[in-house]
């Protein structure tokens, strides 16, 4: 998407930006990573999956979860073209 901003400059304006309320994404760039839209700016969300072996010989599957919230800010809105 393309913003223009004072001054008549065309930048390219930063995906996350244009994201709609309580819309995901997947940002590409890991696995086990999603980003969601949120009243006041975004969560981040990362998992891990983690597989033991118990002494019985049965396998068993954890997922560890943690978030972060980053709120809203327009720094880095728009990216300069070079």
């Known amino acids: ?3 223009e901003l004072e001054g ?6 930063n995906p996350i930006y244009s ?3 309580h819309e ?4 590409g760039f890991t ?12 969560i981040y969300r990362f998992w891990e999956d ?3 072996s118990g002494g019985d010989g049965q396998w068993s599957e954890n997922y560890r979860i943690n978030s972060v919230f980053v709120p809203f800010h327009n720094e880095f809105m728009y ?3 070079k």
Not at 8 to 13: A, D, S, V
Not at 24 to 27: G, I, K, S, T
Not at 31 to 42: A, C, D, F, S
């Open 31 to 42: 696995h086990g990573t999603l980003i969601i839209r949120v009243p006041g700016g975004w």
């Open 24 to 27: 995901q994404r997947d940002p």
């Open 8 to 13: 008549g400059e065309m930048n390219k304006k």
């Open 1 to 3: 998407m393309v913003a």
């Open 19 to 21: 994201m709609k309320l």
């Open 79 to 81: 990216r300069e073209e």
């Open 50 to 52: 983690e597989r033991n």
